[in-house]
Each structure stands twice: as C-alpha cells, then as structure tokens.
C-alpha cells in the first residue's frame, strides 16, 4: 500500500492527522474532543482502536485537546519529548506509565513499516516538532506552526512526495484584524504562525520535481481564506520559478471535515 493519510482537521480550532501503512497507522495531535476525533476516523474508515500511537507536536490546546482522553480510552502510546511532557503533564490528565514515551528530537521511530522522524520547530512552545514519515522511497512531511522556516527545517522536509505546510494567514488581514496587538506580534514573530506569503517562499526553497501535493495547512478563521492562501502561495512560486520549472498541485484542508485518503504512490 505504501503511505496514506488524511488531515483530520487543522486549523486554530484544533488539529489532527493520520498517516498508516499496512503494518502502521499512528495519529499526529488530537486537537480536538475525543469524540470529534473518533468520528473523524470513522469517516476514514478506520477506528482508534487501530491505531499503533499518538504522536504529539506541541503541548498548545489546539493540538491536545482530547489527547488524553483517547489515548486512555484506547489504552494508546503517546510519544513526545521530554519538554513537551512537562508542559503536557497539568492539561491530559493521568496517563499510565506504559504509555508515556520520551522520544528525543531528532529520533527516528517505527511502527511496522513506517518509520517516523522528528526535527525540531521554531514556535512559542515547550519543545515543538515537525514530523517526517517514511516507507521504502516515500516520504511525507508535515510542517505546521513555524515561525519561520529555518535552513534546518527546509533540509529536513526537502524533496517530499506530499507536504502538508503551514499556510496560517494573510499578513494584512491579521494587521487590520479584531486581535490585540501583542498577539498579532506574537502570530507575526519568528515564534508564531507562517503567512501565505511565507509558505510561498518556502516552498519554491523544498519543491522539488519528486513533490506531487502540497496541503496549505492550520489555516486562521479570522485572518485566512482557503481561496486566498492558495492564490497567494501560487503567486509567489510562479514569481521564483521559470515559467517551465515544476510545480507541486495546491490541496486543501478543513477546519470542519477530513480530507480525503490521499496516497503517495498516487501521481
């Protein structure tokens, strides 16, 4: 089969992914009620009951909202750094010794056939991380609440089959938005959220001619539009690229709805 996965949800309204193979399925983040996130996954055709692990990104409520729950509920794995466990720790509830697994940034995890790597993120958290996802030749990254895209992160996610990227906002829209001005400074730092326009710029940097899909991703309710980001992260790569250069097609997530099973041996 290879990989496949389906963004659950992103957005500021939570967040959650799964990626499986035939002899692994892990969910990334459960951003949101344990009930929304069964249901979800039943809309996949899958139980989280067939789950390997959680694997967890950052300890903001928008990734972990129902962590807890489903991972007793299930009696599932959840994997984070130490950082991240401190922060995690007041906010899940209790989770038995069993499951709580330290897993250093940088670590390459495996669960049947698919092996997991973590690179570390600049964001105003714990210790948050980025995931890379393997079998055989496919690769899949994800690359979500970014300040900003360091040389380090770009090396990491380069030369992926499929990118789901972070895509949070319209600069001008955030600037003339209702949010107080430090927490516009905040999405707008090095340590908060990537802009359109510096997904854009990103991608032209790890888009390679093996890159098929690109999922704009983590989208802000307030301050974003899907139509927009697209136009936008498309215009700045057709501004870098020649004309005949390659060009990965742009995909859509939800705040409210799964995306569809995508599969990376799909062209």
């Known amino acids: 089969m290879g990989i496949k996965f389906s963004v659950l949800s992103s957005g500021s309204t939570g967040n959650a992914m799964v990626v499986a193979t035939d002899e692994g399925k892990v969910l990334i983040d459960a951003g949101l009620s344990a009930k929304k996130v069964e249901q979800l996954l039943k809309e996949r055709g899958m139980s989280a009951a067939d789950l390997d692990a959680i694997l967890v990104t950052h300890e903001h409520a928008d990734h972990i909202k129902g ?68 079998e055989g030749e496919q690769k899949l990254s994800l690359a979500t609440d970014l300040g900003y895209m360091s040389s380090k992160v770009k090396e990491k996610i380069q030369d992926s089959d499929v990118l789901v990227l972070e895509s949070n906002h319209d600069i001008e829209m955030l600037r003339m938005g209702k949010y107080p001005w430090n927490i516009k400074r905040r999405i707008l730092s090095d340590l908060g959220h990537l802009s359109n326009e510096a997904a854009g710029e990103g991608l032209v940097d790890v888009m390679t001619e093996r890159t098929k899909r690109v999922y704009l991703a983590h989208l802000s309710r307030d301050h974003n539009l899907m139509e927009l980001a697209r136009l936008t992260v498309s215009n700045v790569v057709d501004d870098k690229l020649a004309p005949d250069d390659h060009r990965a097609k742009l995909m859509d997530t939800y705040h409210d709805r799964s995306t569809a099973w995508d599969r990376l041996d799909e062209s």
């Not at 007793?72 to 794995?77: E, T, V």
């Not at 997991?116 to 105003?124: A, K, N, Q, R």
Request: hydrophobic share 40%.
């Open 67 to 134: 962590l807890g729950a489903v991972a007793r509920k299930f009696d599932l794995p959840v994997y984070a750094n130490e950082k991240t466990w401190e922060a995690l720790d007041k906010q899940i509830g209790e989770i038995v010794e069993a499951n709580r697994c330290v897993m250093q940034t940088g670590e390459i995890l495996e669960f049947g056939s698919l092996q997991v790597e973590s690179y570390g993120i600049s964001h105003d958290a714990a210790e948050p991380v980025g995931y890379c996802f393997y």
